[in-house]
Nanobody, 117 residues
Framework: QVQLMESGGGLVQAGGSLRLSCAAS????????MGWYRQALGKQRELVAS??????NYADSVKGRFTISRDNAKNTMYLQMNSLKPEDTAVYYC????????????WGQGTQVTVSS
């Protein structure tokens, strides 16, 4: 079992930056998937950035603007968001999982990001 808690969300103007953090209650090094998802009002939750088996991937909509990273010593993963757009407005969730596992899959509570134009 692992607890995840996102922080760093808030209100920012278009073109601004935010850095989201996801703090884990214990080591997340054993999880081979770490990702950031977002869910805008009325829309499905979507994967925006991930580290899967050590490889970083990004949704086309955020590529070049967002960077996912982790600090193993702090049991924390991050999402650096630059050049924010109003379309980025959503609740952002972090997730860690063992790929192909139906049980080793954990979510944070989410943090709101609102980008004004």
């Amino acid at each position: 079992q692992v607890q995840l808690m996102e922080s760093g969300g808030g209100l920012v103007q278009a073109g601004g930056s935010l850095r989201l953090s996801c703090a884990a209650s214990r080591s997340i090094f054993s999880f081979n998937f770490m990702g950031w998802y977002r869910q805008a009002l009325g829309k499905q939750r979507e994967l925006v950035a991930s580290i899967a088996s050590g490889v970083r991937n990004y949704a086309d909509s955020v590529k070049g603007r967002f960077t996912i990273s982790r600090d193993n010593a702090k049991n924390t993963m991050y999402l650096q968001m630059n050049s924010l757009k109003p379309e980025d407005t959503a609740v952002y969730y972090c997730n860690v999982a063992v790929l192909s596992s139906g049980s080793l899959n954990y979510w944070g509570q989410g943090t709101q990001v609102t980008v004004s134009s």
